[in-house]
């Protein structure tokens, strides 16, 4: 399985300001994929991030709200914008390889 | 859109009892993925299912891929403290472009009492 790396592990933020989340993987992989886990809840898919082109956006994401890079096969960026107090959650960083999904440690964001 | 109903939410169970949890889904899965998730972690796979039908096991962990491709199941022997946490089922259905997109279910909350 892929070794994912997330930073930063948590973070406290004020409202307004935008935070950038890395994620690196150990070895190269087509997919990578951020996800968000509100308190309590199940992990909700935010978008694909496909190295060499836009990033795919699921229904009730937008890019101007969570811009995301992935300049190349090992290595994506979520940056969650003008944040707000609702946007307090888990986020997280996942690749997929065969058939398989993995997971970073996440980064958990409070909005204050 | 596709919808996991996983079941139950929550559990509370003695140190060496057996547990099951399972997912139903409204539209025909390829894969099913049993997840577990301790505080602060992510979501960690503990088994991967590929064929109606296929029984496979991990340690004290077994999960089914059901035949009607709707539904799987987690049944984990002889529970043990280290077993708390919130164990997520996830499938992948035909339709969709995006290779390894998944659902989620909600999640069951295991407690294991010493």
């Known amino acids: 399985s892929a070794v994912i790396s997330q930073k930063p592990s948590r973070d406290i933020c004020q409202r307004g300001t935008s935070l950038t989340i890395q994620c690196q993987v150990d070895s190269q992989v087509t997919m990578m994929f951020w996800y968000r886990q509100q308190p309590g809840q199940s992990l909700t898919l935010i978008a694909t991030a496909n190295q060499g082109s836009e990033a795919t956006y699921e229904s009730g994401f937008v890019i101007d709200k969570f811009p995301i890079s992935r300049p190349n096969l090992t290595f994506s960026t979520l940056t969650v914008s003008n944040m707000s107090p609702e946007d307090s959650s888990i986020y997280l960083c996942?690749?997929?390889?065969?058939?398989?999904?993995?997971f970073g440690q996440g980064t958990r964001l409070t909005v204050v | 859109g596709q919808q996991l109903n996983q079941s139950p939410q929550s559990m509370f169970i003695q140190e060496g009892e057996d547990v099951s949890m399972n997912c139903t889904s409204s539209s025909i899965f390829n894969t099913w993925l049993w997840y577990k998730q301790d505080p602060g972690e992510g979501p960690v796979l503990l088994i991967a299912?590929?064929?109606?039908?296929e029984l496979t096991s991990n340690g004290r962990l077994t999960a089914q891929f059901g035949i009607t491709r709707k539904d799987s199941f987690l049944n984990i022997s002889a529970s043990i403290p280290s077993d708390v946490g919130i164990y997520f089922c996830a499938g992948r259905g035909r339709s969709g472009g995006s290779n390894y997109k998944l659902t989620f279910g909600k999640g069951t909350l295991l407690t294991v009492n010493p």
């Open positions: 996942s690749v997929g390889q065969l058939n398989e999904a993995f």
């Open positions: 299912l590929y064929k109606a039908g």
